[in-house]
């Protein structure tokens, strides 16, 4: 990407905790990634990857450890003054004052916000104009997670730092909140995006960079992310017939297979030969293959082997054993957002 | 620069117009700030009485009027403020105005602005009510006092952000400003006039934050304050606003400790 056009620069940052030394804690660890103008780009990763520490620094809350931090050209820590008022943040947790009225909250934020849109129309964005008048105490999560991104769309930012904007809502405030992002990115805003939800990463993110302890552990569109992992063919061996009768595996392009009491998982690179292969012989044998199930490797599956699991990371060697591991991680993280 | 500099003040006016509709709706804050002041001096002119102010050389009403300033920046202003600072700090509402444009200093200042008015208007109800009816002298000094009194908000607002340092919950908001309003009360001359004290205890109390404000609210309302000790008294207080003020940037904490 040429540098000239990117609106965020991020090279070799850190942020560590605490004091040098065991005590302390390094939250990000050498990370670097450029996101150009108008672009989306999603920051993956379970808790405690790493998400939201970075994307602090990138609002200019607080000063890395290490390495350099460009927004819009300019370092947002020590040239806040500059930077603030072309972008906009949604923390992922931010407060108002209980006793305020919606709109009062916005009203407030207005003043202090250059180039404010009326709060009528704030409102009106995130689908709020009917609860203008209710106290911010009285108010649901997701509408507090809506006003949030109101507050952050006042300035009409170029900029756009949303730290899981939609934990909490609901699915059909997801999808709204989904197609004003997507609005707005069609307008020329840069969004800067953590979630949790993949769903939310595949449908709006121009690429994504996947976190793990600190570091970027993959990066790139959604689907180059996706296409380095394998697919998936399973079915249930008919009774009387064993894996030792298949057509020779390597020649159908799998890559990898499992049994467990006569059922069979095959990972290949190239669905569409494997089963093909596989669908041939079948016919030749007049055999039925029970459970028969092929899908594509999606971007949960290559989260879950990232992310999820405590080994390498290596997209082709993660196996059904990681695949358990990570899906009980990935349960942890659903708990916290209940 | 200048551009920054012009945008600042409506950026406070807005937080102070959002902070002055919430002091509206909070009945707990507006009893501390409008009643509490006039309750202490009307609780405190009994006390008074029984020292003998002759040495002092002040009746009772002008101890207890003079003293009020500095009730008025303890309720009002420094209780007041410790805990919307607190409330806002847990609420998480610091946190996220951080985000914004506006600056820490303009943040801090922007939310005090109701209470400074809150004080300034009963600051001035107190010269009037007594020079018309509790036949006090007209003010004498106004420089002098007005010195005092922006030194005193100044130095309120200072003090109570570091003192939220201390407090963890809403309800220990309360609590942490105790010391403080003791000590005050007590050695600051707004119940017993440093002139009756023995020596001794009336130099170690010329030293606390609030003295040299009521000493120059008094001094500018009533006369006779010299220009070394209104000079001395500028120096302590200017002095206990800028540590109040550093240690505010050091140690002031934006978001909840978790």
Same mark, same amino acid.
Not at chain 1, 142 to 161: H, I, N, Q, S, T
Not at chain 1, 199 to 223: C, F, Q, W, Y
């Given at each position: 990407?040429?540098?000239?056009?990117?609106?965020?620069?991020?090279?070799?940052?850190?942020?560590?905790?605490?004091?040098?030394?065991? /005590? &302390?804690?390094?939250?990000?660890?050498?990370? %670097?990634?450029?996101?150009?103008?108008?672009?989306?780009?999603?920051?993956?990763?379970?808790?405690?990857?790493? /998400?939201?520490?970075?994307?602090? +620094?990138?609002?200019?809350?607080? /000063?890395? $450890?290490?390495? /350099?931090?460009?927004?819009?050209?300019?370092?947002?820590?020590?040239?806040?003054?500059?930077?603030?008022?072309?972008?906009?943040?949604?923390?992922?947790?931010?407060?108002?004052?209980?006793?305020?009225?919606?709109?009062? #909250?916005?009203?407030?934020?207005? !003043?202090?916000?250059?180039?404010?849109?009326?709060?009528?129309?704030?409102?009106?964005?995130?689908?709020?104009? !009917?609860?203008?008048?209710?106290?911010?105490?009285?108010? %649901?999560?997701?509408?507090?997670?809506?006003?949030?991104?109101?507050?952050?769309?006042?300035?009409?930012?170029?900029?756009?730092?949303?730290? @899981?904007?939609?934990?909490?809502?609901?699915?059909?405030?997801?999808?709204?909140?989904?197609?004003?992002?997507?609005?707005?990115?069609?307008?020329?805003?840069?969004?800067?995006?953590?979630?949790?939800?993949?769903?939310?990463?595949?449908?709006?993110?121009?690429?994504?960079?996947?976190?793990?302890?600190?570091?970027?552990?993959?990066?790139? #569109?959604?689907? %180059?992310?996706?296409?380095?992992?394998?697919?998936?063919?399973?079915?249930?061996?008919?009774?009387?017939?064993?894996?030792?009768?298949?057509?020779?595996?390597?020649?159908?392009?799998?890559?990898?297979?499992?049994?467990?009491?006569?059922?069979? @998982?095959?990972?290949?690179?190239?669905?569409?030969?494997?089963? $093909?292969?596989?669908?041939?012989?079948?016919?030749?044998?007049?055999?039925?293959?029970? !459970?028969?199930?092929?899908?594509?490797?999606?971007?949960?599956?290559?989260?879950?082997?990232?992310?999820?699991?405590?080994?390498?990371?290596?997209?082709? !060697?993660?196996?059904?054993?990681?695949? +358990?591991?990570?899906?009980?991680?990935?349960?942890?993280?659903?708990?916290?957002?209940? | 620069?200048?551009?920054?500099? *012009?945008?600042?003040?409506?950026?406070?006016? *807005?937080?102070?117009?959002?902070?002055?509709?919430?002091?509206?709706?909070?009945?707990?804050?507006?009893?501390?700030? +409008?009643?509490?002041?006039?309750?202490?001096?009307?609780?405190?002119?009994?006390?008074?009485?029984?020292?003998?102010?002759?040495?002092?050389?002040?009746?009772?009403?002008?101890?207890?009027?003079?003293?009020?300033?500095?009730?008025?920046?303890?309720?009002?202003?420094?209780?007041?403020?410790?805990?919307?600072?607190?409330?806002?700090?847990?609420?998480?509402?610091?946190?996220?105005?951080?985000? &914004?444009?506006?600056?820490?200093?303009?943040?801090?200042?922007?939310?005090?602005?109701?209470?400074?008015?809150?004080?300034?208007?009963?600051?001035?109800?107190?010269?009037?009510?007594?020079?018309?009816?509790?036949?006090?002298?007209?003010?004498?000094?106004?420089?002098?006092?007005?010195?005092?009194?922006?030194?005193? +908000?100044?130095?309120?607002?200072?003090?109570?952000?570091?003192?939220?340092?201390?407090?963890?919950?809403?309800? %220990?908001?309360?609590?942490? #400003?105790?010391?403080?309003?003791?000590?005050?009360?007590?050695?600051?001359?707004?119940?017993?006039?440093?002139?009756?004290?023995?020596?001794?205890?009336?130099?170690?109390?010329?030293?606390?934050?609030?003295?040299?404000?009521?000493?120059?609210?008094?001094?500018?309302?009533?006369?006779?304050?010299?220009?070394?000790?209104?000079?001395?008294?500028?120096?302590?207080?200017?002095?206990?606003?800028?540590?109040?003020?550093?240690?505010?940037?050091?140690?002031?904490?934006?978001?909840?400790?978790?």
């Amino acid at each position: 990407m040429d540098i000239g056009d990117s609106v965020i620069d991020v090279s070799g940052l850190r942020r560590r905790y605490g004091p040098a030394g065991d /005590k &302390g804690f390094e939250a990000v660890r050498d990370v %670097s990634f450029t996101v150009g103008r108008g672009e989306l780009f999603a920051l993956l990763g379970t808790n405690g990857a790493g /998400k939201t520490s970075t994307v602090e +620094l990138l609002e200019g809350l607080a /000063k890395p $450890t290490a390495g /350099k931090v460009r927004v819009l050209g300019h370092d947002p820590f020590t040239e806040r003054r500059v930077v603030r008022p072309r972008i906009g943040v949604m923390l992922q947790e931010g407060g108002f004052p209980s006793d305020l009225t919606v709109t009062e #909250t916005v009203r407030m934020w207005a !003043g202090c916000t250059t180039g404010a849109r009326p709060a009528a129309e704030a409102l009106e964005l995130v689908g709020l104009t !009917g609860r203008r008048d209710v106290r911010i105490k009285q108010l %649901s999560g997701g509408e507090r997670r809506r006003l949030d991104l109101a507050l952050a769309l006042l300035g009409r930012p170029e900029v756009l730092f949303l730290d @899981e904007p939609t934990t909490g809502l609901d699915p059909e405030a997801r999808h709204t909140t989904w197609e004003l992002v997507r609005r707005l990115r069609a307008e020329g805003t840069t969004v800067l995006l953590t979630t949790h939800y993949l769903e939310e990463a595949e449908a709006l993110a121009d690429r994504l960079a996947i976190m793990r302890e600190g570091r970027i552990v993959t990066s790139g #569109t959604p689907e %180059s992310v996706i296409g380095s992992y394998p697919a998936r063919i399973r079915f249930a061996m008919p009774v009387g017939w064993f894996v030792g009768d298949l057509p020779p595996l390597a020649e159908l392009g799998v890559i990898r297979h499992e049994e467990e009491r006569g059922h069979i @998982e095959l990972q290949t690179q190239e669905l569409q030969r494997t089963l $093909t292969g596989l669908l041939l012989w079948a016919r030749d044998k007049d055999v039925e293959l029970e !459970g028969l199930d092929a899908r594509a490797a999606s971007l949960e599956e290559a989260f879950l082997a990232i992310a999820g699991a405590g080994g390498s990371g290596e997209p082709v !060697g993660a196996g059904l054993g990681a695949g +358990l591991g990570a899906g009980l991680g990935v349960d942890s993280v659903a708990g916290r957002n209940a | 620069m200048a551009m920054s500099m *012009s945008m600042s003040v409506p950026r406070m006016l *807005s937080l102070g117009r959002a902070e002055l509709t919430l002091l509206g709706r909070n009945k707990m804050a507006l009893y501390v700030s +409008l009643l509490m002041p006039v309750f202490m001096v009307w609780a405190m002119r009994r006390a008074i009485g029984q020292f003998d102010l002759g040495k002092a050389g002040m009746s009772v009403n002008e101890v207890a009027l003079t003293g009020a300033f500095g009730y008025i920046l303890l309720f009002a202003v420094y209780q007041n403020l410790v805990s919307a600072y607190v409330t806002r700090r847990e609420e998480l509402v610091l946190k996220r105005l951080r985000t &914004g444009e506006t600056s820490d200093a303009e943040i801090l200042t922007g939310t005090a602005l109701p209470s400074v008015a809150v004080a300034l208007a009963q600051c001035v109800l107190l010269v009037v009510a007594g020079v018309s009816w509790l036949d006090l002298r007209a003010v004498e000094r106004p420089d002098l006092m007005a010195a005092g009194l922006l030194l005193g +908000l100044a130095m309120s607002i200072a003090l109570a952000a570091v003192t939220t340092s201390w407090a963890k919950t809403v309800e %220990s908001a309360q609590l942490v #400003t105790s010391p403080l309003m003791l000590i005050s009360v007590l050695g600051s001359g707004l119940m017993v006039p440093l002139e009756v004290m023995p020596d001794t205890m009336a130099d170690v109390c010329k030293l606390l934050p609030l003295t040299p404000v009521v000493q120059l609210v008094r001094g500018g309302w009533l006369g006779g304050m010299d220009a070394h000790d209104a000079v001395g008294a500028i120096i302590t207080g200017i002095a206990w606003t800028i540590i109040a003020g550093y240690s505010t940037r050091r140690w002031f904490r934006w978001e909840p400790r978790r």
